[in-house]
């Protein structure tokens, strides 16, 4: 038997809300906030760590996660260099609490990058998909 809450139990006892906290805890489902996404490591096939995620972009028109914008060296920042990758290509791996690419370091060496100073465009957005290959992306589940 399902029990149904009345207005009254509700006005007396109203439902949690999540907050900022709650939304930035650890995930164990499916869904991660933005917030939790970026500082994440980046792994190759063989578990080597090649950088982190720095942000997402999000197609705001289909409102959905297009690419991660994964980060690697520099010193304190500087000369650290930023590659958009489709969201398609990466895979969570919870043992490494990572993600996982297959593609290592070296191959972003030829790579887009994504300039500070520079807006994205549909060009820019364009020259990255035709860049890597359908078969960096991981089937679907």
């Keep these: 038997m399902i029990h149904m809450t009345t207005a009254e ?16 805890a650890p995930s164990h489902g499916s869904v991660i906030s933005a917030k939790r996404v970026a500082g994440t490591a980046v792994y190759d096939l063989d578990e080597r760590k090649i950088g982190v995620i720095e942000d997402i972009m999000l197609d705001k028109l289909q409102g ?20 958009p990758l489709r969201w398609s290509m990466l895979r969570y791996n919870s043992r490494l609490e990572g993600y996982q690419v297959k593609l290592d370091r070296d191959a972003l060496n030829e790579a887009p990058t994504v300039e500070d100073d520079r807006a994205w465009t549909d060009e820019h957005a364009s020259r990255v998909r ?4 359908e078969a960096l992306d991981w089937p679907l589940m």
């Design 9 to 24: 139990e509700q006005a007396i006892n109203p439902p949690e809300q999540p907050t900022m906290k709650d939304l930035t």
């Design 64 to 83: 959905k996660v297009d690419y991660a914008v994964l980060s690697f060296g520099g010193f304190l920042g500087l000369e650290k260099k930023q590659y």
């Design 130 to 133: 035709g860049h890597y290959k």
